[in-house]
């Protein structure tokens, strides 16, 4: 089965359908707009509507659809930059915060499936970070002070993962973590926002966003709304042009899902610490009461700058067969972007050089599910006019100085790219181009983004990204044209499903 983006559904998307209001059709004046309905809009727009506010939820595409769909959907406060590292760019008082707010968003996200009465297998368990075979075990040492330091006292030394077929060594266990079904957790903040009177209006797109004494957001179908405030949670800002695209790099990442009897692997969370690591859980298998999915995440890459996404799922399939030898099929395989912040945590709050009342919620990093709920718990205190203690440690506004060298890479990365702008075209007609696929043409002084579809029609479109004018590449494994500088994301029609660009790749006569 496939979205509208080409892609492989993940395990999520075919359980859940989500009530809403349906597309805007008319002007509507609101408290709070919230531009993207994933976990960090729908944390957001509950909360606020619980407060009294009115709230208006615009998506272009589905309630909880986009990359809240594809997490593997860890609730953790076990991060990837490890705490040692968030202590040398933010000190030991920014590591405390980063703990004891991501300890907060598992609290908060357990209270509200609690209040809510919502099913979506929300389970406390433990989580199991190791390193590969035959490599020190010193980074563990240095995370586990660090821990320690910042708060989080259950963290302790085990002989091994609870892995029966795979030795682990001396390796770390995190008490008191969480996971849960992402849409069907969504989907139950839906029902609860609906409730309070908030409106949701998915296949909406919002084409202009404006802040101001009144913020305006007006969508092409037409439509405006109006409203006190207006919150940005699109992954990546789409109302940001540069900044905030300078402190942060978009990533894919990969995940296969396999089948494996019901009980023979330990229900926990597991991690490994290389560069990509991976990433390991359990969750139900819809289709089978006597089964259940391993679901196994990993083989990161810089968005748009490879291909090859075949290979790297049969990377994670080898990964996990070595470990865990009781998984039989694949049955999913699905890839999401992550926004990495240069300096490890996200951005959460007032939109640098913007109207004071314009928000944003981007760099949730591989901690989507915990900093989406951050962003709803602090978006809702600045909203509402009280303090909050997390507010510098993620202000957009912060200064990257300390992580220099990370920010410094990755914009040489970006400028590098646009040396293709000069350069030829992959193939020089479109009869070189296979059904199904696409690729680049050079036509004169236009770079051209040729899909030639299955019956051999050929779609012409530019090949530049309208956000700041990079040349897209084709995925082939997910049949879309992605932006190797700031991570946009088109179908192969051009139509674009992923910020930070806010339009479509212009068709080409």
């Not at 942060?248 to 396999?258: F, N, R």
């Not at 240069?342 to 709050?349: E, F, H, K, L, R």
């Not at 220099?404 to 009869?431: I, R």
Request: charged share 25%; with cysteine.
């Amino acid at each position: 089965m496939k979205n509208d983006s080409g892609a492989t559904v993940s395990v999520w998307m075919a359980e859940e359908s989500i009530a809403d209001d349906g597309p805007l059709t008319g002007n509507v004046e609101a408290d709070v707009c919230v531009v993207g309905a994933g976990i960090a809009g729908m944390s957001t727009a509950y909360l606020l509507a619980k407060e009294g506010r009115s709230v208006v939820v615009l998506d272009d595409g589905e309630i909880g659809g986009t990359m809240t769909s594809r997490t593997t959907a860890h609730l953790v406060n076990v991060l990837d930059d490890r705490y040692y590292e968030l202590e040398r760019l933010h000190g030991e008082d920014g590591a405390r915060i980063a703990a004891a707010s991501h300890t907060a968003a598992i609290d908060q996200v357990e209270r509200n499936v609690r209040e809510e009465g919502i099913d979506c297998e929300f389970e406390r368990l433990d989580g199991y970070l190791f390193v590969p075979p035959g490599e020190s075990t010193d980074q563990l040492e240095d995370e586990l002070a660090a821990a320690h330091r910042s708060g989080i006292t259950e963290v302790e030394w085990t002989e091994r993962a609870p892995m029966e077929s795979f030795d682990t060594g001396r390796c770390l266990r995190f008490r008191n973590q969480a996971q849960f079904h992402p849409i069907k957790y969504v989907a139950g903040l839906a029902r609860a926002t609906r409730a309070q009177g908030g409106r949701l209006h998915p296949g909406t797109h919002a084409g202009e966003i404006k802040g101001g004494e009144r913020a305006r957001i007006e969508t092409d179908g037409g439509a405006v709304v109006t409203a006190g405030s207006v919150i940005v949670a699109t992954n990546t800002p789409v109302n940001d042009r540069v900044v905030m695209h300078t402190k942060q790099a978009p990533y894919m990442t990969y995940v296969v899902g396999l089948k494996v009897p019901k009980g023979t692997i330990e229900r926990a969370l597991y991690w490994d610490t290389p560069d990509p690591y991976h990433y390991v859980r359990l969750a139900s298998d819809p289709n089978d009461p006597a089964g259940e999915i391993l679901i196994v995440g990993g083989e990161d890459h810089k968005t748009g700058q490879e291909n090859g996404g075949e290979e790297r799922f049969w990377r994670l399939e080898h990964w996990t067969r070595e470990r865990f030898p009781s998984v039989t099929s694949v049955e999913y395989k699905w890839s999401g972007q992550v926004m990495e912040p240069v300096d490890g945590m996200g951005y959460i709050g007032r939109n640098p050089w913007d109207e004071d009342n314009v928000y944003i919620a981007t760099g949730d990093s591989g901690n989507g599910m915990t900093h989406g709920t951050i962003a709803g718990m602090l978006l809702t205190d600045l909203i509402m006019g009280r303090e909050n203690p997390w507010e510098r440690l993620y202000d957009p506004n912060r200064s990257a100085m300390r992580s220099v060298t990370e920010f410094a890479k990755e914009n040489l990365n970006v400028a590098a790219q646009y040396t293709e702008l000069v350069t030829g075209g992959e193939v020089d007609s479109p009869e070189e181009i296979g059904l199904g696929q696409g690729a680049i043409i050079r036509e004169g002084l236009k770079k051209l983004a040729v899909y030639r579809d299955d019956s051999g029609g050929v779609h012409k479109m530019s090949a530049v990204c309208p956000h700041l004018g990079c040349t897209v590449h084709w995925n082939s494994t997910e049949t879309t044209w992605d932006c190797p500088c700031h991570g946009s994301r088109y179908d192969k029609m051009g139509k674009v499903f992923q910020g930070p660009a806010n339009s479509d790749l212009e068709p080409e006569e």
